[in-house]
């Protein structure tokens, strides 16, 4: 059972270039998160959505609550944006669910 | 600094041998949880708890145990390890209700059960 999928697996970029990556799920929710995952393994939160649209910097996310969807986007993209990115879901209880992750690679 | 931290860091242990990961918060949250990361499966959730001494099963309980006897601690107990555990466990913290949902990860502990 998959309660969050994720797409793509794996995703390699120019620098500069738009990112998409997206995530759906079938549970449930309470709040989504976008996470970022270094190489080194620490894992950190970068937005919380319950509804709409957020953005931080060049990063945008975006949640359709009738779709049960959720994009990251990265605008102008930079190596240091290498990172693998986490979906997860919040159900209406406490429980999280997590996607298997995005590996980005965004090369020179 | 606000943080959580976890400690070992690493460990090698070997079947059956009982050992307890701790975490800790300084950042006076009331939800701590504890995952596991491993290849292809990605981050699953073990135990949770809302506040000392209220903890309740994630998605993955089978052979760990957890207490919450203080609010900044939540330790992490194998009592009888086997190899299946060898993983990638993350300790998280985060305040309880609200918008305030943002959850703080420790730095992890790999664990390799031989």
């Known amino acids: 059972k998959n309660e969050v999928e994720q797409s793509p697996q794996n995703l390699t970029a120019q620098e500069g270039e738009f990112i998409t990556i997206n995530c759906s799920y079938s549970v449930g929710i309470s709040a989504l998160h976008w996470l970022q995952q270094h190489p080194g393994g620490g894992i950190v939160s970068l937005f919380m959505?319950?509804?709409g649209k957020k953005k931080h910097g060049r990063l945008i996310a975006t949640i359709n609550i009738q779709e049960k969807h959720s994009s990251l986007h990265i605008t102008a993209s930079h190596p240091r944006d290498s990172a693998v990115y986490i979906c997860?879901?919040?159900?209406?209880?406490?429980?999280?669910?997590f996607g298997t992750g995005t590996s980005l690679t965004v090369i020179p | 600094e606000a943080q959580v931290t976890q400690n070992p860091r690493y460990l090698i242990t070997v079947t059956g041998k009982k050992l307890t990961v701790t975490c800790s918060q300084n950042m006076n949250h009331e939800y701590m949880s504890w995952y596991r990361q491993d290849p292809g499966l990605g981050l699953r959730q073990i135990y949770y708890s809302m506040n000392v001494e209220v903890t309740d099963k994630g998605d993955v309980p089978e052979g760990y145990k957890v207490s919450r006897k203080e609010k900044r601690n939540f330790p992490l107990i194998l009592e009888s390890p086997s190899p299946n555990q060898t993983s990638l466990y993350f300790c998280a913290s985060r305040l309880a209700g609200g918008s305030q949902e943002t959850q703080y990860f420790g730095p992890g502990t790999r664990l390799l059960v031989l």
């Open positions: 959505l319950s509804s």
């Open positions: 997860a879901v919040r159900s209406g209880g406490n429980q999280f669910y």
